[in-house]
């Protein structure tokens, strides 16, 4: 059975993946500031059962799949 935990950012909640991609954007962006330069990429594909395949690349890719029920309403 999975986990079904939210957490809450600014009165949204989000389910666990959004939120672990949400943070890695949030750390990868404060790094970027930090050395003064960078240049990432996000794209978002529709995958099987409704679920969400997010992708961001910052020098090496990191992939979250997001469950169709995890979604931001």
């Known amino acids: 059975m999975r986990e079904a935990s939210a957490h809450s950012s600014q009165g ?6 959004l ?3 949400l943070d890695r954007i949030e750390g990868l962006i404060a790094e970027g500031v930090r050395h003064g330069f ?3 990429s996000i ?3 529709m995958g099987r059962d409704g679920r969400r395949e997010l992708v ?3 020098g090496k890719s990191h ?3 997001i469950p169709a ?4 309403r």
């Open 63 to 65: 992939k979250f799949t």
């Open 69 to 72: 029920d995890e979604l931001p």
């Open 43 to 45: 794209r978002c594909e």
């Open 56 to 58: 961001i690349e910052a």
């Open 38 to 40: 960078f240049h990432y």
């Open 12 to 17: 949204r909640t989000y389910g666990r993946q």
């Open 19 to 21: 939120r672990e991609a």
